[in-house]
């Protein structure tokens, strides 16, 4: 078993950045890829980014591409996103997520998932 628990939202302005944490404990070697996923009001959730831990390899959702950073901490079994140039429709509930088998931004394919952090950007 693998708990996640995410930190590092709040509230910023357009332009502004902000970086999201997500400790990961328990079982955490087994883990082949980690994400981040957001779910706006009254919208489905989205895969923002995501990263393979056997690799390295990473994938972005287009509208975060060049403003987003998924990176892994592995001496402190931490995944961060930095988040820059943040804009209003980035405004989400922001979940980490493991899965063991592949490396895709489909939430269906995560079954470990984070409690969410929410970040809000004002215009």
């Known amino acids: 078993q693998v708990q996640l628990v995410e930190s590092g939202g709040g509230s910023v302005q357009a332009g502004g950045s902000l970086r999201l944490s997500c400790a990961a404990s328990?079982?955490?070697?087994?883990?082949?890829?980690m994400g981040w996923f957001r779910q706006a009001p009254g919208k489905e959730r989205e895969g923002v980014a995501v990263?393979?831990?056997?690799?390295?390899?990473?994938n972005y959702a287009d509208s975060v591409k060049g403003r987003f950073t998924i990176s892994r901490d592995s001496a402190k079994n931490t995944l961060l996103l930095q988040m820059n140039s943040l804009k209003p429709e980035d405004t989400a509930i922001y979940y980490c997520?493991?899965?063991?088998?592949?490396?895709?931004?489909?939430?269906?394919?995560?079954?470990?998932w984070g409690q969410g952090t929410q970040v809000t950007v004002s215009s």
């Open positions: 997520a493991a899965d063991w088998r592949s490396c895709s931004r489909n939430s269906d394919n995560y079954p470990t």
């Open positions: 328990g079982n955490v070697y087994s883990v082949y890829c």
């Open positions: 990263i393979s831990l056997v690799s390295g390899w990473t």
